[in-house]
């Protein structure tokens, strides 16, 4: 059966996956690059931007499992774009130009919903306004037998955690302090039907995995 996965979510010791005054020009937010600066540090990271070198070691092997097995993917309206309120037009297209990193079916959860938007490489971004459940199904029917993915932001990841829909969550801990911003923890308790099933150091930061108890 068909998984749903957070994996590499970059989280600062305050509990933030984003900065604060996000905009078009800073969209993590102030502060916001250094949650990622583990990740492009690593081989597969540089190998994005068609970079050689970096580093391998376990953070290398959690970005490269990140990708594997994942058939479509959900994310919030935030994490494709800066716009806020109804689309003004169907200009943007998202921060990964012609051919974004997913090649699969990505749903992006929204309350102005738009035609699909087809693009190189595979992808497919689909806009819908509808429950947690009822995406996540329509997820798993693309994926074909493979797993979904869950991306940001705080806000999404919230809500399916909140109807115990993650089956693995995985949070990257990265030892900086944001002080404000888009914060994960907020109305999740103790994470109640979750587990820490593992805890992983590297140089660079902590992996922390969740799995359902």
Do not use: C
Not at 47 to 71: L, M
Not at 74 to 101: L, Q, T, Y
Request: charged share 20%; aromatic share 8%; hydrophobic share 40%.
């Amino acid at each position: 059966m068909a998984k749903l996965h957070v994996r590499n979510l970059a989280i600062s010791l305050d509990g933030y996956v984003a900065g604060p005054n996000q905009s078009a020009d800073n969209p993590l937010g102030e502060g916001g690059t250094g949650l990622h600066e583990w990740v492009f540090a690593t081989q597969t990271g540089r190998t994005w931007f068609g970079n050689d070198g970096g580093e391998t070691g376990v953070d290398d092997d959690f970005v490269k499992a990140g990708e594997v097995g994942i058939g479509a993917t959900i994310m919030g309206r935030n994490m494709f774009g800066p716009i806020r309120g109804a689309w003004a037009d169907e200009e943007w297209k998202g921060w990964w130009g012609d051919n974004p990193p997913y090649h699969h079916d990505t749903f992006v959860m929204t309350h102005h919903p738009r035609p699909s938007l087809p693009m190189a490489g595979g992808t497919t971004f689909h806009f819908v306004n509808d429950t947690p459940e009822a995406v996540l199904k329509q997820a798993i029917e693309a994926a074909d037998g493979k797993d979904v993915r869950l991306g940001g932001g705080s806000s999404v990841v919230r809500q399916f955690l909140q109807a115990g829909l993650v089956d693995e969550l995985h949070l990257a801990v990265v030892p900086i302090l944001l002080g404000g911003g888009e914060r994960l923890y907020d109305d999740l308790g103790t994470l109640p039907g979750y587990r820490v099933s593992s805890v992983v150091r590297s140089p660079a930061i902590t992996h922390v995995q969740f799995s359902k108890a």
